[in-house]
């Protein structure tokens, strides 16, 4: 039995060694990163998402991507936001809505707007799809405007997705190194106010996800999302006609396929796009195990990255990294979390044996505390340098709700774990909400 | 150079890796197995490192009947730090290995510098249990069972924790060093060159 508990004991140690690894690289390269770019965690803190092309040099041509499906309450103000620019195009893929996404969408668009109408059977089959859809029309739009492929970019947005004012002045210039083939933004959440959900996606995203992305920089694997998602033609081409898998998510998938044909994916700290947030758990559950399932099938092309000798060795044990995260730290933490506590409570008079009067057991607990909690008091800290308006009640809340929030992790991806073994791969797609009209501060 | 000695210095590299990791996993169970032996040998080591420190007396491995320091503080009284199955390195240093074979088996990993990155991880996994050990036997010396308690409770698990954070970092490093591939990621400077 001692053996069993040690040996339990042990592999949660290594788990939590390996994940206090990859975790603490990946914040301080990121914010060291942050510091080389000339910019600091407040950068963008204070963002506004109205114009999105001030400023811009229009050194590239740009087509902005918008596939949806049922998006009447946001599409609007999308594509108006979108129209302004000098070169840019947006072509919104309508894949079988049944309300008036499509229409609003032309209005609201202009000249520069094209709409393609997907209908039934061939709507609503993924994302990818929808993608794929318009990238075909984008090549036959470059190849009637004559323009340069190699001076062409592809922006994939969400329906509710707003970039940040000057954002394209910041984005293109990534593209002039040939090497770059895609480029991520940082995500904030617009109805972060809403409630505690929406204010910890907020955290979640602008705190460790954003900081994350700025340290992969270093090994040129910013990982594609599915908003603010750009990316070179002549990149996208070189994947077929259909450069978006079927998987849940394509936009992962995209960035593996980039990086294995030799691509750099980078980032910038001086724009980011916003978003809604999820503001109901059981959404929420559906989105996030939706992403689980896709980033664990994601995981067997950790030997395709493995083997491929164009990735550098530090490209490839980044990816592999997070791409086993599920694998290695989600699914055994889900298990050793509460193997841990259990622990913690049945050895309490041993664990907490030195609280052997009122002052020691002060002064012991709240080093045990500052131990402990290490890395929920760094989140703390970088969710309020990052944005100095959360003020420290609420970054402190949020830094430590993982106590709680582990738990949808847990269910996410246990759940996303039996989708694949019942070979369930259906598309659960998120919800949007309409929202007033005046932009959030 | 003819296809078939390629093909044939391939299986033979694939040979020497697979027998490496073999290797390195029957370590690993040997570990498990024979963790005793392990213990006893860190308690010898703990004894030396102690006795060198300190000065402090200190029994040899007669003086117990399971792996222990046995040491005389500076009162006179005599103490035994018990080395149990998780005070000592003999699961985690299993756990090391069977990731050393798991690396020594890709193609991409060299079996030389997993073998540096082992023998690194190893030592840095034993030195930083010694430093453990001789701090808890230096504060139950000096501070009494009080603050024994606490640095055995937390601030040990807090120096295994960053040990093994630090070993696995260093061995990471070692095996995949940082920077390009000389010879690989010709399409990115191909790339580069075209737009030069």
Same mark, same amino acid.
């Given at each position: 039995?001692?053996?069993?508990?040690?040996?339990?004991?042990?592999?949660?140690?290594?788990?939590?060694?390996?994940?206090?690894?990859?975790?603490?690289?990946?914040?301080?390269?990121?914010?060291?990163?942050?510091?080389?770019?000339?910019?600091?965690?407040?950068?963008?803190?204070?963002?506004?998402?109205?114009?999105?092309?001030?400023?811009?040099?229009?050194?590239?041509?740009?087509?902005?991507?918008?596939?949806?499906?049922?998006?009447?309450?946001?599409?609007?103000?999308?594509?108006?936001?979108?129209?302004?620019?000098?070169?840019?195009? #947006?072509?919104?893929?309508?894949?079988?809505?049944?309300?008036?996404?499509?229409?609003?969408?032309?209005?609201?668009?202009?000249? +520069?707007?094209?709409?393609?109408?997907?209908?039934?059977?061939?709507?609503?089959?993924?994302?990818?799809?929808?993608?794929?859809?318009?990238?075909? +029309?984008?090549?036959?739009?470059?190849?009637?405007?004559?323009?340069?492929?190699?001076?062409?970019?592809?922006?994939?947005?969400?329906?509710?997705?707003?970039?940040?004012?000057?954002?394209?002045?910041?984005?293109?210039?990534? !593209?002039?190194?040939?090497?770059?083939?895609?480029?991520?933004?940082?995500?904030?959440?617009?109805?972060?106010?809403?409630? !505690?959900?929406?204010?910890?996606?907020?955290?979640? !995203?602008?705190?460790?996800?954003?900081?994350?992305?700025?340290?992969?920089?270093? +090994?040129? #694997?910013?990982?594609?999302?599915?908003?603010?998602?750009? =990316?070179?033609?002549?990149?996208?081409?070189?994947?077929?006609?259909?450069?978006?898998?079927?998987?849940? #998510?394509?936009?992962?998938?995209?960035?593996?396929?980039?990086?294995?044909?030799?691509?750099?994916?980078? #980032? =910038?700290?001086?724009?980011?796009?916003?978003?809604?947030?999820?503001?109901?758990?059981?959404?929420?559950?559906?989105?996030?195990?939706?992403?689980?399932?896709?980033?664990?099938?994601?995981?067997?092309?950790?030997?395709?990255?493995?083997?491929?000798?164009?990735?550098?060795?530090?490209?490839?044990?980044?990816?592999?990294?997070?791409?086993?995260?599920?694998?290695?730290?989600?699914?055994?933490?889900?298990?050793?979390?509460?193997?841990?506590?259990? +622990?913690?409570?049945?050895?309490?008079?041993?664990?907490?044996?030195?609280?052997?009067?009122?002052?020691?057991?002060?002064?012991?607990?709240?080093?045990?505390?500052?131990?402990? !909690?290490?890395?929920?008091?760094?989140?703390?800290?970088?969710?309020?340098?990052?944005?100095?308006?959360?003020?420290?009640?609420?970054?402190?809340?949020?830094?430590?709700?993982?106590?709680?929030?582990?738990?949808?992790?847990?269910?996410?991806?246990?759940?996303?774990?039996?989708?694949?073994?019942?070979?369930?791969?259906?598309?659960?797609? =998120? =919800?949007?909400?309409?929202?007033?009209?005046?932009?959030?501060? | 150079?003819?296809? @078939?000695?390629?093909?044939?210095?391939?299986?033979?590299?694939?040979?020497?890796?697979?027998?490496?990791?073999?290797?390195?996993?029957?370590?690993? $169970?040997?570990?498990?197995?024979?963790?005793?032996? @392990?213990?006893?040998?860190?308690?010898?080591?703990?004894?030396?490192?102690?006795?060198? $420190?300190?000065?402090?007396?200190?029994?040899? &491995?007669?003086?117990?009947?399971?792996?222990?320091?046995?040491?005389?503080?500076?009162?006179?009284?005599?103490?035994?730090?018990?080395?149990?199955?998780?005070?000592?390195?003999?699961?985690?240093?299993?756990?090391?290995?069977?990731?050393?074979?798991?690396?020594?088996?890709?193609?991409?990993?060299?079996?030389?510098?997993?073998?540096?990155? &082992?023998?690194?991880?190893?030592?840095?996994?034993?030195?930083?249990?010694?430093?453990?050990?001789?701090?808890?036997?230096?504060?139950?010396?000096?501070?009494?069972?009080?603050?024994?308690?606490?640095?055995?409770?937390?601030?040990?698990?807090?120096?295994?924790?960053?040990?093994?954070? @630090?070993?696995?970092?260093? $061995?990471?490093?070692?095996?995949?060093?940082?920077?390009?591939?000389?010879?690989?990621?010709?399409?990115?400077?191909?790339?580069?060159?075209?737009?030069?």
């Amino acid at each position: 039995m001692s053996m069993f508990v040690a040996v339990v004991n042990t592999v949660a140690v290594m788990v939590i060694a390996l994940s206090l690894v990859y975790f603490l690289a990946a914040m301080i390269a990121g914010i060291h990163e942050l510091r080389r770019a000339g910019a600091s965690l407040r950068t963008q803190g204070n963002a506004v998402y109205d114009r999105p092309f001030s400023g811009e040099p229009a050194s590239f041509d740009v087509y902005f991507l918008i596939p949806c499906l049922n998006e009447e309450a946001v599409i609007g103000p999308t594509v108006s936001a979108l129209a302004g620019g000098r070169r840019s195009t #947006t072509i919104v893929v309508d894949d079988g809505s049944d309300d008036a996404t499509a229409a609003i969408a032309e209005q609201a668009g202009g000249a +520069t707007t094209t709409v393609i109408r997907r209908r039934l059977p061939h709507a609503r089959a993924g994302k990818g799809a929808a993608l794929n859809a318009a990238f075909s +029309t984008v090549l036959e739009l470059v190849a009637e405007r004559a323009q340069d492929p190699e001076r062409v970019l592809v922006c994939v947005m969400d329906a509710d997705g707003r970039l940040s004012d000057g954002a394209l002045s910041h984005i293109l210039p990534l !593209f002039e190194d040939p090497a770059v083939g895609g480029s991520q933004l940082a995500v904030r959440i617009r109805n972060r106010d809403q409630n !505690f959900l929406t204010r910890f996606q907020d955290f979640q !995203f602008w705190s460790m996800s954003a900081v994350t992305q700025f340290g992969r920089r270093k +090994t040129g #694997t910013v990982s594609l999302g599915g908003n603010g998602q750009f =990316t070179r033609l002549t990149a996208l081409r070189e994947l077929g006609t259909e450069p978006w898998s079927a998987s849940l #998510t394509e936009d992962l998938d995209l960035a593996i396929s980039l990086i294995a044909n030799g691509w750099r994916l980078e #980032t =910038t700290p001086d724009a980011s796009v916003d978003q809604q947030g999820v503001e109901s758990l059981r959404r929420l559950v559906v989105q996030r195990r939706r992403w689980y399932q896709g980033h664990m099938t994601a995981g067997r092309r950790i030997g395709e990255v493995w083997s491929n000798p164009d990735i550098p060795h530090g490209r490839a044990l980044e990816v592999s990294a997070y791409l086993s995260v599920p694998w290695l730290f989600d699914l055994p933490w889900s298990i050793l979390w509460h193997w841990t506590l259990a +622990t913690l409570v049945l050895r309490a008079d041993a664990q907490f044996a030195w609280a052997t009067s009122p002052v020691s057991a002060l002064v012991g607990g709240a080093i045990w505390y500052l131990v402990t !909690f290490a890395p929920a008091i760094f989140t703390t800290i970088v969710y309020h340098r990052r944005d100095r308006r959360v003020g420290w009640p609420t970054a402190v809340l949020m830094g430590h709700a993982f106590v709680v929030m582990n738990y949808l992790s847990f269910v996410c991806a246990w759940g996303a774990l039996i989708r694949m073994v019942r070979g369930r791969t259906g598309w659960d797609k =998120t =919800t949007r909400t309409v929202e007033p009209s005046a932009s959030p501060a | 150079m003819t296809r @078939g000695a390629v093909a044939g210095g391939a299986a033979t590299g694939r040979t020497i890796r697979y027998a490496i990791a073999g290797l390195l996993l029957a370590c690993a $169970v040997a570990l498990v197995a024979g963790e005793q032996i @392990g213990r006893s040998v860190e308690s010898s080591i703990a004894r030396w490192l102690l006795h060198t $420190v300190s000065g402090m007396e200190v029994l040899g &491995m007669h003086a117990s009947t399971v792996p222990a320091v046995v040491f005389r503080s500076g009162n006179l009284r005599w103490n035994v730090l018990e080395i149990t199955l998780e005070c000592a390195i003999a699961l985690t240093l299993a756990g090391l290995l069977v990731i050393g074979a798991a690396l020594v088996c890709t193609s991409r990993c060299s079996p030389g510098r997993v073998l540096l990155a &082992m023998a690194a991880g190893t030592s840095l996994l034993v030195l930083v249990n010694q430093v453990r050990i001789v701090m808890l036997a230096l504060v139950l010396a000096h501070g009494g069972v009080g603050p024994f308690e606490w640095a055995h409770s937390f601030a040990g698990s807090v120096v295994s924790l960053a040990g093994l954070a @630090g070993t696995l970092f260093v $061995v990471f490093t070692l095996v995949i060093r940082p920077g390009a591939v000389p010879g690989r990621d010709t399409r990115t400077r191909s790339r580069q060159e075209a737009h030069a």
